[in-house]
């Protein structure tokens, strides 16, 4: 048995050993589930699973390192091979080499919050809103609430309780922000991190030929502190992990 197991534990080892079939890696913080899903990874390279039909998904940038660190510390530099990262720098890659097949060009520039705050303010601004009832922060925090939960603005028009809730709120006119903030964002070549995700979603879901390529890619699913997912980044696992069922969380 390789060295690197001897630093597990029983139920660790156990859940590290188990490699086909999906598993769920029920854990108290500090109990060692990123530790597992680390040298699950690499028990799955030295057992000959080709890096590049692994992908790994973490919250932070930081986890994604040090796990590809304890990895290359153990398999050398084929980790570097890896998917791995946050939910949004993977499927940012994705959507660069699909990026056609949804409208964009494969150089799309990505806001972070502040470039989408500032624009959510200048739209605000251009369809004189009042900004006191429309503060920018908010109105881009409902957004970004929306687009995770692959609300639309065609779907958002479908719905009598968002609109009677805005309505309420006195911001009748939030869908004419949340349109037009979308509308900018695509002509400029604009996707914001929310978009990393809806993005995928919709690509995946219209592009049978695609969601077929990536769930033949990735025959293995590994995601880190998955209780953290929201509804966009659920549908992406679940719909990637479909065929193979090898997903582990």
Request: one cysteine or more; hydrophobic letters at 40%; charged letters at 25%.
């Amino acid at each position: 048995m390789n060295n690197y197991l001897n630093n597990l534990n029983e139920s660790q080892l156990k859940a590290t050993l188990h490699t086909d079939g999906p598993m769920i890696v029920i854990a108290g913080a500090g109990s060692g589930k990123t530790r597992v899903l680390t040298y699950k990874i690499a028990h799955l390279m030295t057992k000959g699973v080709d890096p590049f039909n692994i992908l790994a998904l973490t919250f932070t940038n930081k986890a994604a390192r040090e796990m590809k660190e304890r990895i290359s510390g153990i398999v050398g530099e084929e980790a570097k091979n890896l998917w791995m990262g946050t939910f949004h720098s993977v499927f940012a890659k994705i959507l660069r080499i699909e990026a056609e097949k949804i409208g964009y060009s494969s150089n799309f520039t990505i806001y972070d919050t502040e470039d989408s705050q500032k624009l959510v303010s200048s739209v605000i601004k251009e369809l004189n809103l009042d900004k006191e009832i429309y503060k920018y922060k908010n109105i881009y925090s409902r957004i970004s609430s929306l687009k995770n939960s692959l609300i639309t603005p065609k779907i958002y028009g479908q719905s009598d309780e968002l609109i009677e809730s805005d309505k309420l709120a006195k911001r009748s006119s939030f869908i004419n922000v949340y349109v037009e903030y979308i509308n900018r964002c695509f002509k400029a070549g604009v996707m914001d991190f929310d978009d990393l995700l809806l993005k995928t979603n919709e690509l995946l879901s219209k592009s049978p030929n695609v969601l077929a390529k990536y769930q033949n890619l990735f025959k293995y699913i590994l995601v880190d502190e998955y209780q953290d997912t929201n509804h966009s980044q659920y549908l992406i696992v679940k719909a990637l992990s479909d065929k193979f069922q090898n997903i582990c969380v």
